[in-house]
């Protein structure tokens, strides 16, 4: 029996966490360099350094398709020898492919 290859792209939320040093006379100016990269979206400059970054997997959330209701929120998709396809999504449904696809 023949095998067929598909996957499912989903959009997702997820929490970033990124770390950073930030270098200063003393804790409270650093608290106050730390708050601004939240409050003026500042991320870098001489004092403020970004040592690494990782996704935090146990936070990840499917998004409900209420924000954009045109956008899908999860494809799914077919690797054919013809390369891969869009095959269905979740505001479309089922996209049809072709024999020669198949």
Not at 56 to 62: F, G, K, N, R, V
Not at 65 to 91: H, S, W
């Amino acid at each position: 029996m023949a095998q067929y290859s598909f996957y499912q792209d989903e959009r997702c939320a997820v929490w970033h966490r990124t770390y950073y040093t930030i270098e200063a006379p003393t804790w409270a100016e650093a608290l106050v360099k730390a708050a601004s990269i939240i409050k003026n979206d500042k991320s870098l400059d001489d004092d403020i350094r970004i040592e690494d970054s990782e996704f935090l997997d146990d936070t990840i959330e499917a998004l409900p398709n209420e924000r954009k209701p045109e956008e899908p929120t999860m494809e799914f998709y077919a690797e054919t020898d013809y390369g891969t396809r869009l095959v269905a999504d979740d505001i479309q449904g089922w996209l049809g492919a072709s024999e020669q696809e198949q």
